[in-house]
Every structure is written in C-alpha cells, then in structure tokens.
C-alpha cells in the first residue's frame, strides 16, 4: 500500500457517503469506522495499521471534506449551499447517533422486477465471457458457485449504488431480524452481524453454473431463478448459528424461501419500502 492511501480511502468514503446525507445529521467517529469497514473503500491491508489508524483517518477525511461540523468525535452535517446539490435526498432521523431510514415519509423505493432484470442481464453477459476464458482451470474457478456468487454480490452493490440506495452491505438485504436492526441503531456492526441468503445460494448458482457450461444460459433462466429464491436477510451471529445448515431439509417445498427462517423460529421485517 502507498503512504497515504489509507487517508485517500476515507476520504472517498466520505465523499461517497455524504451525498444522501440531509443536513443536520448527527454521526460519532464510531459510527464512521465501522461504516467504513463494511464499505468497498475498505481494504485487507489497512487491518494491520495501529488500532486507531481508521479512527484518524476517518476525522481527517471529514476535515478534508470541509461540509461538517465537528466537536470531539461528533460530527453534524452542516447546511448546504451548494446550487447544483440535489435536494431530493430519503428521509432520515438520528437515532443514538446514527442515521436511519425513517421509513413513514421517505420517498425512495424499491422495484425488486427492475433490480433481478439488472442481475439477470449482467450477469449473462458476464457468464457467456468467462465461459470464452482459455485456461480450464480458471474458468473453472469463474464459473463455480464461489465465483458466481461473487458476481452476484457484486452486480447487488453495483445496482443499489446507482440508485443512491446503498448505505453499507446490510442496507441491501431484502429483510431484516428485529433484533439485527437493534445491533445496526447501536452502531456496533462490525462482527455481530450476517448477510444471509434465505436459501443457501449455492442450490441454484450451481444450476446457473451447470447450464452456463452446458451452452444453455439464457436471461430468462437467471431471472426466473432469482426472482424465486434470491432472499437476503440481515440477522444476528446468533441467529445464524440457530438456522439449519447450508442444505434445505427433505421437507422443503422447492418455493417457500422463508422455509428455514420459520422451521428455526426466526422473526423478520422488510429492509426497505418497495414498490
């Protein structure tokens, strides 16, 4: 790594960040260390740093950016005066010291048809490339549930981001658990929480896997496979180790993608208002 690149990280971060932040919000230092660390901004690397290294950086980057107020480790979203800024921002509200969705009178939401046509269209165009690559054993690799599985993470952040919707990994999950959402207003997100696939995604990326080698991929199957099964839920480290294994039991329908959520008893709410 470069010198600097850790205060260059941040300060993208940063200006990334702020731009559907409405003025007046309230964030500590924690809360944007954290943020950080689920954010593409962050790197492997900077895991070996001096344990406040981030926490520095991040302060810099807000005094670099010169568009908040700060006082001691709290920082407030100052007015802005800016002609050319976009006023049409999501409702937010402050909750101990961290911003979130007051979803009462926020305008933004979801369309889940556009968002697996944009997976699905992506993704088999990027599938019938890799399919071209030469040397077996790396399209071995580009074509394994591991790697599909990346792209689709991936094509997710890229489509949220676009829409001015992205607010870390756990702002893209469909659902949410009650006691997940407690965790996010805490600000301590770092370890307790986990992206998880409704139902485990290797049981159909395997068969996008399988019928892209076959010479059989179209648009329509990715579609029709994700818009059935692609369900992600925010929930506890705790929750996690309470759901079944990463196969679904004999009993399951083949539709229902809740069937492991209420087969262990777990609780969840919608992530976001849609459409």
């Known amino acids: 790594m470069e010198r600097y690149s850790l205060n260059e990280a941040t300060l993208g971060f940063v200006l990334e960040f702020e731009k559907n932040v409405p003025s007046g919000a309230i964030f500590t230092n ?25 926490s520095k950086a991040v302060w810099f980057a807000i005094k670099r950016s010169d568009n908040w107020d700060m006082n001691r480790g709290v920082y407030q979203k100052r007015e802005d005066s800016s002609p050319n800024k976009e006023t049409t921002v999501p409702a937010f509200e402050a909750k101990n010291n961290i911003l979130v969705r007051n979803e009462e009178t926020s305008s933004s939401t979801f369309n889940r048809e556009e968002y697996i046509r ?31 599985g990346d792209d689709l993470y991936f094509l997710t952040e890229s489509y949220f981001r676009q829409k001015g919707l992205f607010k ?20 301590n997100i770092s370890k307790n929480l986990i992206y998880e696939h409704m139902i485990p995604k290797n049981l159909y990326i395997k068969q996008i896997s399988e019928i892209t080698l076959a010479g059989q991929l179209t648009e329509e199957f990715i579609h029709d496979l994700l818009i059935k099964y692609y369900f992600v839920c925010t929930v506890t480290k705790e929750e996690d180790d309470n759901l079944p294994s990463i196969q679904m039991d004999y009993d399951w329908d083949g539709t229902n993608p809740f069937y492991r959520y209420e087969k262990a008893g777990i609780h969840f709410i919608t992530n976001r208002i849609a459409k």
């Open 30 to 54: 924690t809360n944007l260390v954290e943020m950080f660390k689920q954010s593409t901004f962050h790197h492997k690397e900077f895991e070996a740093y001096i344990p406040t290294a981030i």
């Open 118 to 148: 944009h997976l699905s269209k992506n993704l088999f165009e990027v599938l019938l490339l890799k399919k071209e690559i030469p040397d077996d054993f790396l399209r071995k690799f580009h074509l394994s549930s591991k790697g599909i």
């Open 168 to 187: 870390g990994k756990h702002s893209m999950s469909d659902y949410i658990t009650p006691n997940a959402k407690k965790v996010i207003e805490s600000g």
